[in-house]
C-alpha cells in the first residue's frame, strides 16, 4: 500500500499539483506528511521538470530559437542559483554560521 501512495505522490508531483492539494486527493493530512512522502511528490515535479527541459534542449539543438533562448534562460538561471549558493556557503563559513558544534 505505501508503494502504491509513493507512486500516487509522485505522478501528482509530475503534474504539478501543490503539496495542499496532492494531500486532499491522495486523503492525507498536510500536517503529518511525512519526509518520504513529500520526497516522492518532488521527485515527481522534478521529473516533468527534467522531462521538459530534454524537449525544450531537443528542439533548440534542432535550430528552434525561441527553444534556444528558453534554453539560455534555463543556463543563466541555472548558474544564478549555483552562484547565490557559493557566495551564501562562503558567508555562512565567515560568519560561523555553519558550525555543527
Do not use: H
Not at 500536517?31 to 521527485?43: F, R, S
Amino acid at each position: 500500500m505505501l508503494d502504491k501512495q509513493l507512486e500516487e505522490l509522485e505522478e501528482l508531483g509530475e503534474l504539478q499539483f501543490t503539496v495542499s492539494d496532492v494531500c486532499i486527493i491522495a486523503g492525507i493530512d498536510e500536517e503529518k506528511i511525512t519526509p518520504t512522502q513529500l520526497l516522492a511528490y518532488n521527485k515527481g515535479r522534478l521529473r516533468a521538470s527534467a522531462s521538459v527541459r530534454k524537449a525544450i534542449l531537443e528542439q533548440a539543438e534542432n535550430g528552434n530559437t525561441a527553444a534556444q533562448k528558453q534554453m539560455m534562460d534555463l543556463i543563466c538561471n541555472a548558474d544564478t542559483a549555483a552562484t547565490e549558493r557559493k557566495n551564501l556557503e562562503e558567508l555562512e563559513k565567515r560568519d560561523g554560521l555553519n558550525d555543527n558544534g
